[in-house]
């Protein structure tokens, strides 16, 4: 059994979040002691890692528990797994192609030799949107 200092400590899972992830359903309630201290099981310890990993990899809460859910079925196919997957993946690329866009784009304004602040770019083009050089 885990007090949940011990298992924020061991998962790297801050004590709130804890508490929320119980409280949102993410994990189950932790069994109390005589003192009314939560103590958790390694079936808990486990399911914390899981969630612990799954946010590190970005899956929103919403994709986290759907995962949990489909771990519980170890016999089912794993297709649903995999679109949920490749669902973030084609979100996480369309955030780099955006990063990309950006990052271009400050290079462009940050590159500007004006001298006065009465002319930098970057000033000129935060006030102006269209001074950009593409949709970013």
């Known amino acids: 059994m885990y007090s ?3 298992l924020s400590r061991q998962t790297g899972v801050k004590i709130p ?3 929320y992830y119980e409280q949102i359903g993410l ?12 103590r958790y099981t390694q079936e808990g310890f486990r399911r914390l890692s899981f969630i612990r990993h799954s946010r590190d990899l970005g899956f929103s809460l919403n994709d986290t528990r759907e995962l949990l859910e489909l771990s519980q079925h170890p016999e089912g ?9 490749a669902r973030h993946l084609a979100g996480v690329r369309a955030k780099i192609a955006k990063m990309k866009r950006l990052e ?3 290079k462009r304004i ?4 004006a001298g006065k602040l009465a002319n930098c770019a970057v000033l000129e083009t935060l006030a102006d949107h269209s001074l950009c050089s593409g949709d970013h």
């Open 27 to 38: 994990i189950a309630p932790a069994e109390r002691s005589d003192g009314n201290q939560r």
């Open 104 to 106: 271009k784009e400050l």
């Open 4 to 6: 949940i200092g011990e």
């Open 77 to 85: 196919e794993c297709s649903d797994a995999h679109g949920i997957a």
């Open 17 to 19: 979040t804890i508490r």
């Open 110 to 113: 940050s590159n500007c030799e």
